[in-house]
């Protein structure tokens, strides 16, 4: 395939053994479901709201359905998947709690990347122009944007630790796609990283 993945989907795709069952939601191109089913021989399908993303990815011989996060996640049976994958998907879900809860019920891994709200780059703009900032990933007008609902990696830390989500690994990049040398400080990640990454299992207590 011609499809080139982006940082974050390349470092997703490091966290996923091979030979899994893999569910991407939000899976756009079909880039990381490509990837996965040939270089890991994973059992990868994909959720994917866009029409025509769909219709390509389908062409390509991928397994993509047509449906969204917040409705479509219910049909599927608890522990259908080793790994469900919501790539730069979070912020943009009508109920990103809602959404969790049921990855976590289809999946035994949860992998989650988001654009970083907390970013320097955004916090300076906030605060020089007093208006919602405007950067590559953040790019449209907030009256349109389909990013509904942007988080830091606190705020997304403190959910896990309401949801009583375990952590198994998480880590922040900038916009190269550098690993951060500030990865151990959530403190710096925060500021600093323009993406983050989280691999997540429910917890022994959270039986819900």
């Excluded at 880039?31 to 040939?38: C, D, G, T, V």
């Excluded at 990868?44 to 969204?68: F, K, W, Y």
């Amino acid at each position: 395939g011609t499809n080139l993945m982006r940082v974050d989907q390349r470092l997703i795709a490091e966290m996923i053994e091979p030979r899994s069952r893999v569910l991407d939601v939000g899976s756009g191109d079909g880039a990381l479901i490509e990837h996965l089913f040939r270089t890991r021989a994973c059992d990868a399908r994909g959720i994917e709201i866009n029409m025509q993303d769909v219709t390509q990815s389908v062409a390509h011989g991928l397994p993509v359905m047509h449906g969204d996060a917040d409705h479509d996640l219910a049909y599927y049976p608890d522990d259908t998947f080793d790994y469900v994958v919501l790539q730069r998907t979070l912020q943009a879900v009508e109920r990103p709690r809602e959404v969790l809860r049921q990855m976590l019920r289809i999946g035994r891994h949860v992998i989650v990347s988001f654009p970083n709200f907390g970013y320097w780059k955004l916090r300076l703009q906030l605060l020089t122009s007093g208006r919602m900032p405007m950067t590559a990933v953040w790019n449209t007008p907030w009256y349109i944007t389909p990013n509904i609902h942007p988080c830091t990696i606190r705020d997304f830390l403190a959910l896990c630790e309401e949801e009583g989500y375990v952590i198994e690994r998480w880590l922040a990049i900038d916009e190269g796609g550098a690993k951060a040398p500030w990865r151990r400080s959530i403190r710096l990640a925060n500021i600093f990283g323009e993406q983050a990454m989280f691999m997540l299992h429910k917890g022994s207590a959270s039986i819900r």
